[in-house]
């Protein structure tokens, strides 16, 4: 399966204007969602913003290398290491990492049919893989609800993962490599190794991920350091709490969130309870 395959939706420039896919193509993008449990949405960004994003990136961590990340990770700080030579960093929302960004008009409304109108932010962080990461290990963001039951697999989508590129990730600086359809596995019965899939991401690119679906970060073997901004969505009621125990899932400055417009702040607003819940956490278990 490759280019034209069922789970690239072409966004074209009228769509991408006009905030909304056409019928067709929506129609494609959940079918994706629905059978291998993910969907690229091609072009769903702007090229130019996502340059824009990629030169916040660089102004917040480009001067840092692997040692100068692995310090930081080694404290408090809003880096953690999620494998050799790979860093997850809840990202400044500033700049480009803006509400063009974290509050797109195409994915939000494609996204509220799988998860609901009052759907929310649960995080925004980037995975920066520095040349000679590891690949990591097969993994899904959560464990399958209710896993005494054996329900996870058959339930609706509860939370998405949205990967956006900062740059054009081939083969050899490593994508992120999904094992379809393992969403509607239980979590006791993984894939064959060899049915995973490697797609090269490009820039504009939104890489939707059921959170129940398996993945792993692939090896870097360019010289090039590559980031790829995560914004998962999630209904009102699911915390993060496995990937965010004691962390803050959101840096956003409070003037900043205040400027935002009323309707946007419902979005944003529960991830900052879990901000408070994180400090509370941290200052009551050290
Ligand atoms: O780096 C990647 O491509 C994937 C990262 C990831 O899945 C994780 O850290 O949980």
């Known amino acids: 399966m490759n280019a034209g395959a069922k789970y690239i939706v072409e966004v074209t420039p009228e769509e991408r204007a006009a905030g909304q896919l056409a019928q067709d193509s929506a129609k494609r993008a959940y079918s994706a969602m629905n059978t291998l449990g993910f969907v690229i949405l091609r072009g769903c960004f702007a090229p130019d913003l ?34 050799k030579g790979r860093f997850e960093i809840v990202m400044k929302l500033v700049g480009a990492f803006d509400m063009r960004a974290y509050a797109n008009g195409l994915l939000l409304r494609f996204l509220i049919p799988l998860m609901g109108q009052d759907l929310r932010l649960s995080g925004v962080s980037a995975v920066a893989a520095y040349p000679g990461a590891d690949r990591q290990r097969m993994h899904r963001d959560a464990a399958q609800l209710f896993p005494d ?62 959170y129940r679906t398996l993945h792993a970060g692939l090896p870097n073997r360019s010289q090039t350091v590559r980031p790829i901004l995560y914004m998962v969505y999630a209904r009102n009621w699911f915390f993060d709490d496995g990937n965010h125990p004691q962390r803050s899932p959101l840096n956003m400055p409070l003037e900043t969130f205040r400027a935002l417009p009323d309707t946007l702040k419902p979005l944003l607003m529960r991830a900052y309870s879990q901000i408070v819940r994180a400090k509370e956490l941290n200052a009551t278990q050290g």
């Open 50 to 83: 996502v340059t824009e994003m990629h030169a916040e990136y660089l102004a917040q961590y480009g001067h840092l290398d692997v040692a100068g990340m692995e310090e930081l990770s080694r404290n408090p700080s809003p880096v953690i290491e999620v494998g």
């Open 149 to 210: 039951y054996q329900v996870g697999p058959n339930l609706p989508t509860y939370a998405v993962n949205v990967s956006v590129p900062l740059i054009d990730v081939d083969a050899a600086i490593g994508p992120t490599g999904i094992w379809p359809a393992s969403h509607r596995l239980n979590d006791d019965k993984l894939p064959p190794e060899q049915d995973l899939l490697t797609v090269p991401f490009l820039k504009g690119d939104a890489i939707l991920i059921d």
